[in-house]
């Protein structure tokens, strides 16, 4: 490895004999995404910090890697704003609570948490709150609650992706969704609410019709939106469309109706 940033980059150099890499922390048991490597240069972009336990590089597929010490590491690069913003001016309580939890974020770090804005915000269960927030295209929600994984954020990222696969979301002229889980149970969980973000200021209201069900209204805040009941819990992402969210202007007008279903 020859560097690694304060936002969790790692990179460095690969015999020709190394086609593919994995780069962890030692016991961590969360997956991470797969290492570019090309031209015997490897790198993992904003992967996570690495500390005094130093890291794991696993290559070729193999399901066993080679600790390295952090001694035997280079010093963390010196972060350079290239791109500087102005600061949050009179940021409400809300946008500071919002920030705090994007700066004490784990793996990988968050970009600029200040510029982030809140959004809407619910209590899910008796138990469990959900806050999301948005940066551009990027969408974070933090539950808070009794599990205790359920500190840190998640962030989902509506940019187009590359590859075959990637995470379930609907993109639409006006709005975007995407499913969170939450009420685990056991490691796991079938409850989910809609999540998304609002593109347009026209937009007013989004409704998710589901086919002989009852309509279920969003919370609209910052840009973003939440719908959540228990019976979401089978809302199909495959097959015949029964499902459709539908954004309103203020005069009631249908600006959208976008299928709730996985777009390949």
């Given at each position: 490895m020859t560097f690694h940033t304060e936002f969790g980059t790692i990179a460095g150099v690969a015999a020709p004999e190394v086609g593919s890499m994995v780069v962890e922390r030692p016991a961590d048991r969360r997956p991470l995404?797969?290492?570019?490597?090309?031209?015997?240069v490897f790198v993992a972009p904003n992967?996570?910090?690495?500390?005094?336990?130093?890291?794991?590089?696993?290559?070729?597929?193999?399901?066993?890697?080679?600790?390295v010490p952090v001694a035997a590491l280079p010093a963390r690069a010196t972060a350079v704003v290239d791109r500087p913003v102005p600061a949050v001016e009179d940021p409400t309580l809300a946008t500071e609570e919002l920030t705090a939890v994007l700066a004490a974020a784990d793996a990988p770090p968050i970009v600029d948490p200040e510029q982030w804005r809140p959004g809407a915000h619910a209590d899910l269960t008796p138990h469990e709150r959900v806050r999301l927030g948005r940066?551009?295209?990027?969408?974070?929600?933090?539950?808070?609650?009794?599990?205790?994984?359920?500190?840190?954020?998640?962030?989902?990222?509506?940019?187009?992706?590359?590859?075959?696969?990637?995470?379930?979301?609907?993109?639409?002229?006006?709005?975007?969704?995407?499913r969170m889980y939450y009420d685990f149970a056991d490691g796991a969980s079938g409850t989910i609410a809609v999540v998304g973000l609002v593109e347009d200021a026209h937009i007013a209201s989004v409704v998710l019709r589901r086919d002989g069900m009852p309509d279920l209204?969003?919370?609209?805040?910052?840009?973003?939106?939440?719908?959540?009941?228990?019976?979401?819990?089978?809302l199909p992402e495959r097959g015949p469309v029964t499902a459709v969210l539908v954004a309103r202007d203020h005069s009631g007008n249908v600006r959208e109706e976008l299928p709730y279903q996985r777009q390949d």
């Open positions: 995404g797969w290492t570019l490597v090309a031209d015997g992967a996570f910090l690495v500390d005094a336990t130093g890291l794991v590089l696993r290559t070729n597929g193999s399901p066993k890697g080679e600790i940066s551009g295209k990027l969408l974070v929600w933090h539950t808070t609650g009794d599990r205790p994984s359920a500190e840190d954020p998640f962030v989902f990222d509506f940019t187009p992706q590359q590859g075959p696969v990637r995470d379930f979301a609907v993109v639409g002229r006006n709005i975007a969704a995407t209204a969003a919370r609209i805040t910052g840009g973003t939106f939440l719908i959540a009941g228990p019976d979401l819990t089978d």
